[in-house]
């Protein structure tokens, strides 16, 4: 069984240009979160989904940020516009059922840097 | 409002010494608790958690933490450091049955020496 998988692991993108970040969740887990950490920061959450339901979206930004969990295929968290802020490591992680005695499980990241 | 703080940024250690790190939270329930490392570069691993019972709780790599309720701690202990130790340790916390949201403290780096 495959753990979580984001892609690209780095990607690089100019200033004004658009992001797309890639998580495959672990077979048979229906829950992705989505974090950021900043440099030097620890892991701030971003967004909790489940397939084609937002249901937490509380730490995203209010403008540029969105995210999918479509119904087949990865979740993909999306950042318009990117500007040198946005530059951080996204993580994802999966959980196969909601709260009580489960654990997330977290991906590599993908690394993005704003140029 | 719920927070997790680790007041050590960075610490350095013998190898072979032993090793305390320290995580102290803030949360209106019963947290779930957890301990995860991340090696640079790369994501994080999973150490150890706390969800109930035992307040001492044994984790991967030789690592172990104690629930404190009365203190709202959550410290890790490892008897004897490795090199292969020298990394950043997060310690977090959750415990809603709705999400399994979790909020992390900034970290601790952890430095070891021969």
């Known amino acids: 069984n495959a753990g979580v998988m984001q892609n690209p692991r780095h990607l690089v993108r100019r200033r004004g240009q658009e992001a797309r970040l890639r998580c495959s969740p672990m077979?048979?887990?229906?829950?992705v979160y989505w974090y950021r950490q900043l440099p030097e920061e620890g892991l701030k959450f971003m967004v909790y989904?489940?397939?084609?339901?937002?249901?937490?979206e509380s730490g995203m930004p209010k403008e540029r940020f969105s995210a999918e969990f479509p119904k087949e295929g990865p979740s993909i968290l999306r950042i318009q516009q990117v500007v040198r802020g946005d530059s951080a490591a996204y993580f994802c992680?999966?959980?196969?059922?909601?709260?009580?005695?489960?654990?997330?499980?977290f991906g590599q990241g993908t690394r993005l840097t704003v140029v | 409002a719920q927070s997790v703080t680790q007041p050590d940024i960075h610490i350095t250690v013998s190898e072979g010494a032993s090793l305390e790190l320290r995580c102290n939270y803030s949360?209106?329930?019963?947290?779930?608790l957890f301990w995860y490392v991340q090696s640079p570069g790369q994501g994080l691993q999973l150490l150890l958690k706390?969800?109930?019972?035992?307040?001492l709780v044994q984790g991967i790599k030789g690592f172990e933490a104690e629930f404190k309720r009365s203190q709202s701690s959550f410290n890790l202990r490892k008897p004897s450091v490795h090199w292969s130790d020298a990394a950043e340790y997060f310690c977090?916390?959750?415990?809603?049955?709705?999400?399994?949201?979790?909020?992390f403290g900034t970290g601790t780096r952890l430095q070891v020496f021969p």
């Open positions: 949360y209106g329930a019963t947290p779930y």
């Open positions: 989904l489940q397939k084609e339901n937002i249901i937490d």
């Open positions: 706390y969800f109930s019972g035992d307040t």
């Open positions: 992680a999966s959980s196969p059922t909601l709260g009580g005695d489960t654990e997330a499980f």
């Open positions: 977090a916390v959750g415990g809603s049955y709705n999400t399994d949201k979790l909020i």
């Open positions: 077979k048979g887990h229906s829950h």
